[in-house]
Nanobody, 122 residues
Framework: VQLQASGGGLVQAGGSLRLFCGAS????????MAWSRQAPGKEREWVAGISSGGTTYYADSVKGRFTVSEDNAKNTVYLQMNSLTPEDTAVYYCGVRSGLLFRRNTNDYKYWGQGTQVTVSS
């Protein structure tokens, strides 16, 4: 499985960005796609996820501001990020695990792609 996150950039606090995750290669009938992020000097943090059944999951820190969605026809998962704050500054990654069991631990996702930098200025 190959994953590639894109769409990052520099935005002012209060602004919005939309991240994209393109998937190719091996496919799974059932899966959970995840977004995680890692800020400088901090551990990787799980942010949001979506199952192949359409169920979405969010970390408390982004709930109400971030929305995860997918377009199966395009093999793409999106992360719409609104009301961004400087604390959201990080490299964002997308990952996938087979099956429908949801996990918040990023180590439970076998595949992760290259990240995309999101920088929120104050």
């Amino acid at each position: 499985v190959q994953l590639q996150a894109s769409g990052g950039g520099l935005v002012q606090a209060g602004g919005s960005l939309r991240l994209f995750c393109g998937a190719s290669g091996r496919t799974f009938s059932h899966y959970v796609m995840a977004w995680s992020r890692q800020a400088p000097g901090k551990e990787r943090e799980w942010v949001a996820g979506i199952s192949s059944g359409g169920t979405t999951y969010y970390a408390d820190s982004v709930k109400g501001r971030f929305t995860v969605s997918e377009d199966n026809a395009k093999n793409t998962v999106y992360l719409q990020m609104n009301s961004l704050t400087p604390e959201d500054t990080a490299v964002y990654y997308c990952g996938v695990r087979s099956g429908l069991l949801f996990r918040r631990n990023t180590n439970d996702y076998k595949y992760w792609g290259q990240g995309t930098q999101v920088t929120v200025s104050s």
